[in-house]
């Protein structure tokens, strides 16, 4: 079982910055790859970004891309989520969720149905 509680999250100006932090308690932390994903009212979750066991791989929706960066301390259970240059419609719930695998996979990783954990969320609210 992996626990997962996001924070950071809050009211931000169009074009200011943000870190969000998922701390993960439970077993083996370092053998998951870990997901950022978001919920905007009314809509579907989405995939924001991903980033491998080892920190070594990320990757981004295409509209977050050059914007936010992930990453991660195994040492602390630690997943980050830099979030800059934000946009009134980056305005969400953002969850951190796990997933559990042996081989790293873009496709796998970017389908918010094949997370094993998810935490609380944590609100982004960006004013313009």
């Known amino acids: 079982q992996l626990e997962l509680v996001e924070s950071g999250g809050g009211l931000v100006q169009a074009g200011g910055s943000l870190r969000l932090s998922c701390v993960a308690s439970?077993?083996?932390?370092?053998?998951?790859?870990m997901g950022w994903i978001l919920q905007a009212p009314g809509k579907e979750r989405e995939f924001v970004a991903s980033?491998?066991?080892?920190?070594?791989?990320?990757d981004y929706a295409d509209s977050m891309k050059g914007r936010f960066t992930a990453s991660r301390d195994n040492a602390k259970n630690t997943v980050y989520l830099q979030m800059n240059s934000l946009k009134p419609e980056d305005t969400a719930v953002y969850y951190c969720?796990?997933?559990?695998?042996?081989?790293?996979?873009?496709?796998?990783?970017?389908?918010?149905?094949?997370?094993?954990?998810w935490g609380q969320g944590t609100q982004v609210t960006v004013s313009s």
């Open positions: 980033i491998s066991w080892n920190g070594a791989i990320t």
């Open positions: 439970g077993l083996a932390f370092s053998s998951y790859a």
């Open positions: 969720a796990a997933q559990r695998i042996t081989v790293y996979s873009r496709t796998n990783l970017k389908n918010v149905k094949r997370y094993n954990y």
